[in-house]
């Protein structure tokens, strides 16, 4: 017969039957060390002896501290035996339920809280061999229990939830059970559990999630498309593990499932976009080979592949708050017009204003995609016109837009869609703009882009030739009739294309009212321009000013319209100091001749030359002509062009002093009946004789 006092220390009995609760709770965690020890290595006997030690001395016991102990001690008994509990069972539980009668109600409370521990260590023996029955069975059926599993999955207690994992880990685990074809009924659940607060449950789904992507890897038949669904909720969790899992499992449905995808692909695209831009790492790598891995699949649009609900998709996430991902969105869009244009074109209303609001992105890569769709799109003439009306209408509401971005917009589609086409058509449009203000405005930046940008190298060398090339010929009557909205803009134009004869004419036509502040300030950029590159032409032939004799009064004229105290003016006179002294046709030592004399002379030269050359050009028969270029007509356009724009700025001076007046008038009652009050009501009222015009 074994000793119980020999298998528990005296302190620990003595402990156990303590007034204070503590003590006789560390007692108990000490029997329930020695028991489970004592079950690892078989030592039955001794837990036999153990319970009934604490059974007869201390349940059984006339006090009631003891009684509390003993309590105590056989669930802790019972926690230690763990898996063994169960042969010893018909030993603990009796006492326990005895003590349900007692008459103290302490003893009583510890009897439930010890029945409590027993049952549960009881449940889990019972939930064991009801698994070993249920895998062993062959008349379970799996069928009636999925909705019972299924009606389970959402329910938030931690021992429900790693009750239903393991069922769902063992019924996965016998082979004449298909859990797989059932899992779309459960995978939500499983996905919820994986931001439980209890690690040990968030580790137990992941664990079952884990075990069941590799059986859908191994399976050749599997329900893609309804898991789809719910992985594309799961993508946009709050909790960041999930949504890793999420993405990771749609990485692997988008590799595995082929055309069984292809009707989701706009909910895949709808989870995957903003999970690139995510702030966890690991989640970006996934979503990023994901979305090259679905770009690049190959599917017609008959196959159920949508084209209008991926670019819902797309265009939604073009407002998205993260680069990264407003650059896929595009990304997406033109990889969609290269496979499906027609399909994507018949969409072009629904996107073209989302397109256009992202020129004014903060990010210069994503303007920079969007102009290459914008151009993508424009490769048709129709929709290349319909561009550009656009894009102009979108600069004039939008001023910043033109300010900030416009030189950026201007040179990206000159590369991708031809400089000349774009000006071309651009200057087409301008030229019938009813808005005179927005077309100077317009025509002063596509000047200074024109002038400036390396993008345009070859539209400025084309338009030098503009005196003996017939193409060079048409661009400048193409552009000169919507450049003709800026005088600055045209003398521009003809010191590029050599035609300083007719640049000086313009300069001679200019009235008062056209030397406003914003013609000075134009005037002042272009003086700076004639030092840069672009000009090296101009510069180099003022070495000839016998030959090139209009380019010198053309200058000179910009010059006398300059103040004299201005940067701009010292910066020309310094350079028409520099022009040399000789080398006159049919005239030596032109330069050096008395003040008195040089006037006619210079007249006399010119006369001469005018007959026979246009800045260098041999003329036509005397006639104001060159190359085909009538610029007597030209000047009549401009001037016709400059008068519509005094026209409409005295209107718009005439309406502001108007609004001005109307405020004066409805101020002009109160004043008169202030005036009034003050006024000596015997004094005879004096005709006041007013003018015609005042009302």
């Not at 103290?104 to 061999?129: F, G, M, P, T």
């Not at 059986?215 to 898991?227: A, C, F, L, Q, W």
């Not at 090339?469 to 003709?484: P, T």
Request: charged fraction near 25%.
């Amino acid at each position: 017969m074994v000793d119980a006092l020999s298998c528990i220390p005296a302190p620990v009995l003595r402990n156990l039957a303590d007034k204070l609760y503590e003590k006789r709770k560390n007692a108990a965690i000490e029997v329930e060390g020695i028991v489970k020890q004592m079950s690892s290595t078989g030592e039955h006997e001794k837990i036999t002896a153990v319970i009934k030690l604490l059974t007869d001395e201390y349940t059984f016991s006339p006090q009631s501290n003891h009684r509390k102990g003993g309590l105590i001690g056989l669930a802790a008994v019972t926690v230690g035996l763990t898996s063994e509990a169960s042969q010893h069972l018909e030993q603990i539980v009796p006492p326990v339920l005895q003590s349900f009668s007692d008459h103290d109600s302490r003893v009583r409370y510890y009897a439930c809280e010890a029945l409590y521990n027993i049952a549960k260590s009881a449940a889990h023996l019972l939930d064991r061999l009801v698994k070993d029955i249920v895998t062993e069975s062959d008349q379970f059926s799996i069928e009636e229990f999925i909705p019972l599993l299924r009606d389970r999955m959402n329910v938030l207690n931690p021992y429900v939830r790693q009750f239903l994992v393991g069922w769902i880990t063992v019924l996965d685990s016998v082979p004449d059970i298909d859990m797989l074809g059932f899992l779309p009924d459960f995978l939500d659940g499983l996905f919820n559990m994986l931001s439980d607060s209890s690690h040990e449950i968030r580790q137990q789904a992941d664990s079952a999630l884990s075990e069941f992507l590799q059986e859908i890897k191994n399976s050749p038949s599997v329900d893609y498309g309804r898991m789809a669904e719910i992985l594309v909720q799961r993508a946009e969790a709050i909790d960041e593990f999930t949504r890793q899992t999420a993405i990771t499992w749609i990485n692997e449905f988008v590799k595995l499932g082929g055309d069984q995808l292809v009707p989701y692909y706009a909910d895949i695209l709808g989870a995957i976009l903003p999970c690139i831009s995510d702030k966890e790492d690991k989640i970006r790598v996934v979503a990023r080979e994901t979305n090259d891995e679905l770009r690049s699949f190959k599917v017609a649009s008959g196959e159920g592949f949508d084209v209008g609900a991926i670019l819902v998709v797309a265009k939604g996430h073009l407002s998205s708050e993260w680069e990264a991902t407003r650059i896929e969105a595009l990304h997406w869009i033109s990889a969609l017009l290269d496979k499906h244009r027609v399909e994507v074109l018949s969409f072009l209303s629904d996107i073209v204003d989302t397109l256009l609001k992202a020129l004014s992105d903060s990010s210069d890569e994503v303007v920079l995609l969007v102009l290459e769709v914008h151009a993508c799109i424009a490769k048709d003439t129709e929709h290349f016109r319909n561009l550009l009306v656009y894009l102009l209408d979108a600069f004039q509401n939008d001023h910043s837009l033109l300010e900030k971005r416009g030189a950026l917009i201007i040179r990206r589609l000159c590369v991708l869609l031809g400089a000349q086409t774009v000006y071309r058509e651009l200057s087409s449009i301008l030229q019938k703009e009813p808005d005179l203000d927005f077309a100077f405005i317009m025509v002063q930046a596509l000047n200074l882009i024109l002038l400036t940008s390396s993008e345009l190298s070859e539209l400025r060398e084309l338009l030098k030739q503009s005196l003996v090339n017939c193409a060079g010929r048409d661009l400048f009557h193409a552009l000169y009739a919507s450049w003709c909205h800026s005088p600055m803009a045209i003398i521009s134009l003809c010191l590029l294309t050599q035609t300083y004869q007719h640049a000086s004419t313009v300069i001679q036509s200019m009235v008062e009212e056209d030397i406003s502040i914003k013609f000075l300030v134009q005037l002042d950029k272009l003086i700076r321009l004639l030092e840069t590159p672009t000009f090296s032409y101009l510069r180099l032939q003022l070495l000839e000013p016998g030959r090139y004799t209009w380019l010198l009064k053309a200058l000179y004229g910009l010059l006398m319209l300059l103040p004299q105290q201005s940067a701009a003016f010292k910066i020309l006179r310094t350079r028409l100091k520099t022009v040399p002294t000789y080398s006159f046709v049919g005239e030596q030592k032109y330069w050096s001749t008395p003040p008195e004399t040089s006037h006619s002379k210079i007249s006399n030269h010119v006369d001469i030359e005018l007959h026979y050359t246009q800045d260098g050009v041999m003329m036509q028969d005397g006639e104001n002509m060159s190359n085909g270029i009538n610029f007597d007509s030209r000047l009549k356009q401009f001037k016709q062009m400059q008068q519509e724009h005094r026209v409409n700025a005295k209107s718009q001076a005439q309406l502001r002093k108007s609004s001005v007046n109307m405020t004066k008038e409805v101020q002009r009652p109160e004043e008169n009946e202030q005036s009034s009050s003050t006024t000596d009501t015997n004094q005879p009222p004096q005709s006041v004789k007013k003018p015609p015009a005042q009302l």
